[in-house]
Nanobody, 121 residues
Framework: QVQLVESGGGLVQPGGSLRLSCAAS????????MGWYRQAPGKQRELATH???????MYADTVKGRFTISRDNAKNTVYLQMNSLKPEDTDVYYC???????????????WGQGTQVTVSS
């Protein structure tokens, strides 16, 4: 099995920054894409950004130019640097990992537990 542990959320003032981390552990053979999703109460979870195993990135228009995703393959960890935060960035942020486990030949995806980001003065 795979466990994802997120950290780094919290309360920040508008214009401020936060850095989220998501570390994966378990019987992982290969990690493919990793991503960050966001979800507001009563709304669907939506993709904010993701990064492929080769380092190619994609950003939603709402975060482009302000958020940066990166990964450390040696640590099976994905990061989200969030700058110039706005009140509308207030959401629960979830990491998602696509991986192949040891002894398996197919990819599965796994979710982190979510971390609250609140942008408010």
């Amino acid at each position: 099995q795979v466990q994802l542990v997120e950290s780094g959320g919290g309360l920040v003032q508008p214009g401020g920054s936060l850095r989220l981390s998501c570390a994966a552990s378990g019987s992982i053979f290969r990690v493919n894409a990793m991503g960050w999703y966001r979800q507001a109460p009563g709304k669907q979870r939506e993709l904010a950004t993701h990064i492929t195993s080769g380092g190619n990135t994609m950003y939603a228009d709402t975060v482009k130019g302000r958020f940066t995703i990166s990964r450390d393959n040696a640590k099976n960890t994905v990061y989200l640097q969030m700058n110039s935060l706005k009140p509308e960035d207030t959401d629960v942020y979830y990491c998602k990992l696509n991986a192949v486990l040891v002894g398996e030949s197919y990819e599965q995806y796994y979710w982190g537990q979510g971390t609250q980001v609140t942008v408010s003065s």
